[in-house]
């Protein structure tokens, strides 16, 4: 088992906090980068960046959310600016990329990031930290009972954006009306779950709604907290076990569904990094900490040592 990562070691900017992040994550974080960047010298330069990012930002850490997660919205966004930059500077035609190819247009659609979402610190903060309890609370619950096809369809309708006669046709159910009650129940039981933590209006109002949101566009949106939380997405040790072939049938099948339909770029960062196909080389680790330490030791302590 890795260590849990301590935030508050984090936040205080200790070293050797931030080297354990570095030697755990950067493999991983530079997998998803080299799937986008071609560029071995950029690929460097973004992933210091990175935890450069991570560092400055550690202070605002929003622990609703996992370190993970919160790497991988800084590591998207860097990639983002990144090509951004790259395509500012190249002297063509605007229409000259192929959308399908173009890794910026891939990267808008992907599930939005926790990054864009703590910017809304507001009174929905609360009910959506509890949103997003619940979402994790029914997918554990659900994987533990072993429904992997209820798992699916739930993940392709938060996550995928599938329409119900999509998601009957392609998952081999009977019909829009069996897709239709399995989100019924789905969300009487996230409901339930949530009526078990606290009374709120708000989050039991997104768990009413067909769609599952509340509050028009501002408003709370169970397939937003669902993307930007990634509640569906299998652990790590599970991503190792498909690898090895050990899983069995049910969670093999829901492992192979998130990947090759729902596309999670992080689970195939991790998958990659995993097989070490993209794996970041160890010099590159060993500069990227160089990086990372001397801006820790620019900054003044954290706190006062008097
Ligand atoms: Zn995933």
């Known amino acids: ?8 070691r984090l936040q205080a900017l200790d070293d050797d906090a931030w080297a354990q992040i ?3 994550f950067a493999g991983r974080l530079y997998a998803y980068v080299a799937r986008r960047i071609a560029d071995q010298q950029a690929r460097e330069d973004v992933l210091q960046e990175i935890f450069l990012g991570a560092v400055r930002g550690i202070s ?9 997660q919160y790497l991988f919205g800084i590591c998207r966004n860097r990639t983002i600016d990144h090509l951004r930059r790259r395509r500012d500077s ?4 605007p229409l000259a990329q192929d959308d399908e190819e173009d890794p910026l247009q891939q990267l808008a659609v992907e599930p939005s990031n926790p990054g864009s979402i703590v910017g809304r610190r507001d009174l929905q903060t609360r009910t959506r930290i509890l949103l997003v309890q619940v979402l994790h609370e029914w997918v554990q ?3 533990a009972l072993g429904e992997f096809q209820r798992l699916m369809v739930i993940e392709a309708l938060f996550l995928g954006g599938w329409r119900n006669r999509d998601t009957w046709e392609r998952m081999g159910l009977s019909g829009e009306r069996a897709v239709a009650g399995i989100k019924f ?3 009487a039981r996230m409901r339930a779950i949530a009526g078990q933590e606290v009374e709120n209006r708000r989050l039991l109002e997104a768990l009413s709604d067909e769609e599952g949101s509340v509050g028009g566009a501002e408003g709370l949106h169970v397939s937003d907290e669902w993307a930007a939380s990634h509640a569906s997405c299998p652990a790590r040790h599970w991503l190792a076990r498909h690898l090895n072939g050990s899983l069995d049938a049910g969670p093999r099948s829901f492992v192979e569904f998130h990947l090759s339909q729902m596309e ?17 080389p160890q010099a590159l680790i060993e500069r990227v900490h160089a990086s990372t330490m001397n801006y820790l030791r620019s900054r003044p302590l954290p706190r006062d040592s008097s």
């Open 141 to 143: 619950e659900t994987w």
């Open 1 to 8: 088992m890795t260590p849990t990562p301590d935030i508050d």
């Open 264 to 280: 999670c770029p992080w689970c195939l960062a991790n998958l990659d990094d995993l097989q070490q196909e993209r794996i970041a």
């Open 185 to 187: 129940r789905a969300l």
């Open 22 to 24: 570095e030697r755990q």
């Open 90 to 93: 190249t002297v063509s035609s």
């Open 60 to 68: 605002g850490f929003d622990r609703v959310y996992t370190l993970e």
